[in-house]
Nanobody, 113 residues
Framework: QVQLVESGGGLVQTGGSLRLSCAAS????????IGWYRRAPGKETAYVGS???????RYADSVKGRFAIYIDDPKNTIYLQMDSLRSEDTAVYYC???????WGQGTQVTVSS
């Protein structure tokens, strides 16, 4: 059974940094295609970025240059490094096994001005 567990969220000031983790287990193949998404209050879930088995990494325009996704293969963990945070980055962040209905429970990120 696939399990994705996010951690690392919290409260940070504008311009600060956070690193989110997504610990994956039960995935029959590794590395896997993993996406990061977020849902801000009152808004729909939005794409943040994704990393693929090919090594390709993609980002939404809103986070390009500020966020970075990378994988620690031995730990089966995917990281979302977030720098230069803005108030509009406030959201619950989720990781997702692309091509499946497997999602993590989410971790809250709050950026205060």
């Amino acid at each position: 059974q696939v399990q994705l567990v996010e951690s690392g969220g919290g409260l940070v000031q504008t311009g600060g940094s956070l690193r989110l983790s997504c610990a994956a287990s039960g995935i029959p193949f590794w590395p896997a295609d993993i996406g990061w998404y977020r849902r801000a209050p009152g808004k729909e879930t939005a794409y943040v970025g994704s990393v693929y088995r090919t090594g390709e990494v993609r980002y939404a325009d809103s986070v390009k240059g500020r966020f970075a996704i990378y994988i620690d293969d031995p730990k089966n963990t995917i990281y979302l490094q977030m720098d230069s945070l803005r108030s509009e980055d406030t959201a619950v962040y989720y990781c997702h096994l692309i091509g499946t209905d497997s999602w993590g429970q989410g971790t809250q990120v709050t950026v205060s001005s």
